[in-house]
């Protein structure tokens, strides 16, 4: 139920965590102000211009077109309203060395035949490695990903349970590659992918071969314009919601009294808040902006305190 005069939300950083987290306060009636240390929206995805050039500053890999299509639906809007998206072909080169390139074609038969090429009998196994990676996508997405995790009753379900033996947890994503592929250049191409999860195959687990079904089978888009294109969309969104923003405002620390957010603190002054919600890095958050009492970690051993 909303209150008569709604909580006051301070959003730490307006990248697309705090975007969105933003955008959907806002549309549930919260009265929400964003607190941006840079003077660009987007965080990582923010652009830098200079000489009438636009240049992304982080992301360019634009997978899973769905998840921000979906993002957009529940406002009633569409990507499409903001900016054009095009599927890549080919999706992303591969540099193996000097005139060693593999140019990754969007066509699943083209792929297979590129796989074939260098490792006989690797297209069906591509085809095997993809029908489990689906399977991983397919679950973890509408299982997993689409749920709020505030308990962990949501995932108390037997369709989830079940599910869950099934999605290759306990397994290494390195293992498990090398149990379809032998070629090193197969490997690499297929091993990229989870990177982005910022680990190495070996301490991933084998879940994360939905990544490669995001890839090879969902493709590789871009919006036209640039990935900061993007970040433009949901601050416009954002605006047309009612969300106020201060950027150029570093917020130094954030003020908490009996359990409950106050303020936060910047160099500009003082922001009342009922609720922070802190959508910068998660190190940062915890050991310089909160009291040090209720921080999650400590600083030398990372662990609770
Ligand atoms: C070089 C690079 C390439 C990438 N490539 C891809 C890619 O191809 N595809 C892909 O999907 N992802 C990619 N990523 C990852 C993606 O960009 C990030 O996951 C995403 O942008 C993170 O968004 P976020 O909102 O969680 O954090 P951020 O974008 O980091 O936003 C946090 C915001 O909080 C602000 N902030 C922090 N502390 C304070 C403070 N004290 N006061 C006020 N503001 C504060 C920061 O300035 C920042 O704007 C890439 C990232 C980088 C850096």
């Given amino acids: 139920m ?16 705090g975007l969105s987290a933003a955008i959907t306060l806002a549309d549930k009636g919260y009265s929400v102000t964003v607190v941006e240390k840079n003077k660009e929206i987007g965080g990582r995805a923010r652009v830098f211009e200079k000489d009438g050039f636009t240049f992304d500053m982080g992301p360019s890999w634009y ?14 809007k569409s990507t499409t309203d903001y900016f054009e998206l095009k599927r890549l072909d080919p999706s992303y080169q591969v540099i193996y060395g000097k005139d060693d390139v593999l140019a990754v074609p969007a066509s699943y038969q083209a792929l297979k035949n590129a796989f074939e090429e260098i490792e006989e009998g690797s297209s069906v196994q591509l085809d095997q490695f993809l029908a489990e990676a689906e399977y991983k996508y397919n679950v973890g997405i509408n299982e997993f ?27 290494s994503f390195a293992k498990h590659v090398r149990r379809y592929f ?36 969902l493709g590789t888009w871009y919006p036209m314009g640039g990935f900061g294109k ?22 130094q620390s954030i003020e908490v009294q009996a359990g409950q957010a106050k303020k936060v603190i910047t160099a500009q002054g003082e922001i009342e808040a009922d609720v922070v919600i802190g959508a910068g890095d998660y190190h940062h958050i915890d050991q310089h902006l909160l009291p040090k009492p209720l921080r999650n970690y400590s600083e030398k051993a990372g662990i609770k305190e």
Avoid: C
């Fill in 2 to 17: 909303m209150h008569k005069v709604p909580p006051r939300i301070v959003v730490i950083g307006a990248g697309f965590a």
């Fill in 63 to 76: 997978w899973m077109p769905e998840v921000m299509e979906k993002f957009f639906n529940q406002f009633a």
């Fill in 145 to 171: 990903v689409h749920k709020p995790g505030l308990s962990i009753s949501e995932f108390m379900d037997v369709k989830v349970i079940k599910a869950a033996t099934k999605l290759d947890l306990l397994q």
């Fill in 182 to 217: 032998k070629s090193p250049k197969l490997l690499q191409l297929l091993e990229f992918p989870v990177l982005f999860l910022g680990a190495v195959p070996k301490n991933i687990p084998a879940l994360y071969s939905m990544m490669n079904y995001a890839d090879i089978k």
């Fill in 230 to 251: 993007l970040a433009q969309a949901m601050h416009l969104l954002a605006v047309e919601k009612g969300v106020a923003f201060k950027t150029n405002t570093a917020v």
